[in-house]
């Protein structure tokens, strides 16, 4: 009999807890929703007004992965959900918005990567925040993801923009900055210019195009996640990897004094030590105190 639960006076179904889903270590389905629970503090500062993009993994890492914006079927109705723009000749479509603990629980329970936009729901295709995706091509790791980092934090700071950073979970490197609301276009030109700057000024280490002929040994700077439709793994998921890394925020000491891969892989049971130390390294992007303007010319 599956274990009802019960969640800030919601109930919620909670099944197969003893499943295995990351095979490779034995964490199980149970431990993930420990994760996202012992997490949420943080995770939700991230995840709350925007509309959710599930990359579902049921059966683990090595079974089927599949990718879903719309509402999944017997969702509760308690779990708020928003109108989302899509195409001109798509209309609108309904997303889940995981505003709360108990909200939490329930996506987590179907077994997702987080993935959001960089706006907000009541402010669609209104940026408020930037991020650079640095996408390392083999052999390239997130070594060289960290050396072009630390360029474009520097570029970016001439510009007047505070920048943060996290693991991808995965391979590479995220960047990201606080925005006054700034149409999506525009912040994704701005980012298409700083990626084509940091090709011009790091020939060696950096490419702009997602060219697959033109990735290897290099890190590719995908600006194209500021755009309205795109979404980027939200700080905190865990990602559908052999392991159960995370999307890790990190301090600049710890990207400057990267010399190995593995000194930026973070799993699950990372996370609560590093909270406790840290804090949340990316409070920043929510403080509007800390949101600055775009430069005046990008985008024109």
Same mark, same amino acid.
């Given at each position: 009999?599956?274990?009802? *639960?019960?969640v800030?006076?919601?109930?919620?179904?909670?099944?197969?807890?003893?499943k295995?889903?990351?095979?490779?270590?034995?964490? #199980?389905?149970?431990?993930?929703?420990?994760? +996202?629970?012992?997490?949420?503090?943080?995770?939700?500062?991230?995840?709350?007004n /925007?509309p959710?993009?599930?990359?579902?993994?049921?059966?683990?890492?090595?079974?089927?992965?599949?990718?879903a914006?719309?509402?999944?079927?017997?969702?509760?109705? =308690?779990?708020?959900?928003?109108?989302? %723009?899509?195409?001109? !000749?798509?209309?609108?479509? /309904?997303?889940?918005?995981?505003?709360?603990?108990?909200?939490?629980?329930?996506?987590?329970?179907?077994?997702?990567?987080?993935? #959001?936009p960089? =706006?907000?729901?009541? $402010?669609?295709?209104? $940026?408020? /925040?930037?991020?650079?995706?640095?996408?390392p091509?083999?052999?390239?790791t997130?070594?060289? &993801?960290?050396r072009?980092?630390?360029?474009?934090?520097?570029?970016?700071q001439?510009?007047?923009?505070?920048?943060?950073?996290? *693991?991808?979970?995965?391979?590479g490197?995220h960047l990201l900055?606080?925005?006054? %609301?700034t149409? !999506?276009?525009?912040? #994704?030109?701005?980012?298409?210019?700083?990626?084509?700057?940091? @090709?011009?000024?790091?020939?060696?280490?950096v490419?702009?195009?997602?060219?697959?002929s033109?990735?290897?040994?290099?890190v590719?700077?995908?600006?194209?996640?500021?755009? $309205?439709?795109?979404?980027?793994a939200?700080?905190? #998921?865990?990602?559908?990897?052999?392991? %159960?890394?995370?999307?890790?925020?990190? *301090? =600049? @000491?710890?990207?400057?004094a &990267?010399?190995?891969?593995?000194?930026?892989?973070?799993?699950?049971?990372?996370?609560?030590?590093?909270?406790?130390e +840290?804090?949340?390294?990316?409070? %920043?992007?929510?403080?509007?105190?800390?949101?600055?303007?775009?430069?005046?010319?990008?985008g024109?």
């Open positions: 009999m599956t274990p009802i *639960t019960e800030e006076g919601r109930r919620l179904a909670l099944s197969n807890l003893d295995v889903l990351y095979s490779a270590s034995g964490f #199980t389905k149970g431990e993930m929703l420990h994760y +996202y629970a012992s997490t949420a503090g943080a995770l939700l500062t991230h995840l709350r /925007r959710l993009s599930f990359l579902r993994f049921p059966d683990g890492p090595d079974g089927q992965h599949f990718f914006k719309n509402v999944p079927p017997g969702t509760p109705t =308690w779990v708020h959900t928003a109108d989302v %723009p899509r195409s001109r !000749s798509e209309g609108t479509a /309904r997303q889940v918005v995981v505003d709360d603990l108990a909200s939490l629980m329930w996506a987590a329970n179907l077994v997702t990567e987080f993935h #959001t960089q =706006w907000q729901a009541d $402010a669609p295709a209104m $940026a408020d /925040r930037l991020v650079l995706d640095l996408d091509g083999d052999p390239a997130i070594v060289e &993801c960290c072009a980092g630390l360029w474009l934090r520097e570029r970016l001439a510009d007047g923009l505070s920048v943060h950073a996290k *693991t991808s979970g995965s391979k490197l900055c606080p925005l006054e %609301p149409p !999506s276009e525009q912040v #994704t030109a701005y980012a298409k210019e700083l990626a084509k700057e940091a @090709e011009a000024e790091l020939s060696d280490l490419v702009h195009r997602m060219t697959r033109l990735r290897p040994g290099k590719f700077v995908d600006f194209s996640q500021n755009a $309205a439709a795109k979404t980027t939200t700080p905190y #998921t865990l990602r559908a990897r052999e392991e %159960p890394t995370v999307s890790t925020p990190v *301090t =600049w @000491e710890e990207v400057e &990267c010399g190995n891969p593995a000194d930026l892989v973070f799993l699950a049971g990372d996370i609560a030590p590093r909270l406790k +840290y804090g949340d390294l990316l409070s %920043p992007l929510t403080d509007p105190d800390r949101a600055r303007p775009l430069p005046r010319e990008a024109s």
